[in-house]
């Protein structure tokens, strides 16, 4: 079964850190994209990070509230994806999805989804 | 605000058919291919239409994508009550470098 089990969020205070991770199975994980996205409380979904696969460098691209402050990881070994979060701000509360993404190269459609983890940023 | 406009809720009775209409701009919508997903709170997003009108492995045909210029619908058929749900329509911006998504469109089966 293809599936995508996010874990690491929590209630964390404005300013500190928090390391998200998703594990992915049933499918081969090293030959594909990986994205995060979120949706903060009352809004829509949003992009926020995405990582190639080991042939395009394992190189990130970024959603603009996410520049700066958080850093998308892979390992392949485990078939897991990281979401590096820094400076966490009240704005940045919400539940954090972890995707496959189709494109190799560029972020493109998102077809395998986790569940999500929640992440409240709250003094 | 939304780079990609929806309407907020949309409704119509069983057995019905609705659509569901996402404008953009020729950064977004008017040069790339436009993607639907459904979403249930407490669920995993769901993909139901890719690059503008195809069906996602193991979506029912009731569902259906188009575009024109730099706007697109999803169009959902023969409405059922689980059809209700949160709906996004989602597309790379040349400009942005990013990619896009509409506000989401609630839609209620009456």
């Known amino acids: 079964e293809v599936q995508l089990v996010e874990s690491g969020g929590g209630l964390v205070q404005p300013g500190r850190s928090l390391r998200l991770s998703c594990k992915a199975s049933?499918?081969?994980?090293?030959?594909?994209?990986m994205s995060w996205l979120r949706q903060s409380p009352g809004r829509g979904l949003e992009w926020v990070a995405y990582i190639r696969k080991e042939a395009y460098s394992r190189t990130a691209a970024y959603g603009a509230s996410a520049k700066g402050r958080f850093t998308i990881s892979r390992d392949d070994l485990n078939s897991i994806v990281y979401l590096q979060m820094n400076s966490l701000q009240t704005e940045d509360t919400g539940i954090y999805f972890c995707?496959?993404?189709?494109?190799?190269?560029?972020?493109?459609?998102?077809?395998?989804w986790g569940k999500g983890t929640t992440v409240t940023v709250s003094s | 605000q939304s780079v990609l406009t929806q309407p907020p809720s949309v409704s119509e009775a069983p057995r019905q058919r609705v659509s569901i209409s996402c404008s953009g701009s020729?950064?977004?919508?008017?040069?790339?291919?436009v993607n639907w997903y459904r979403h249930l709170p407490g669920k995993a997003p769901k993909l139901l239409i890719y690059?503008?009108?195809l069906l996602a492995s193991g979506v029912s045909d009731r569902f259906s994508g188009s575009k024109s210029g730099t706007s697109a619908s999803l169009a959902i058929s023969a409405l059922q009550a689980e059809d209700e749900a949160d709906y996004y329509c989602a597309v790379w911006d040349d400009t942005l470098r990013g990619v896009v998504f509409g506000g989401g469109t609630k839609l209620t089966v009456l």
């Open positions: 995707t496959r993404d189709f494109s190799a190269s560029t972020p493109d459609y998102m077809d395998v």
């Open positions: 690059y503008d009108d």
């Open positions: 020729s950064s977004n919508i008017g040069s790339n291919g």
């Open positions: 049933g499918f081969n994980f090293r030959d594909s994209a």
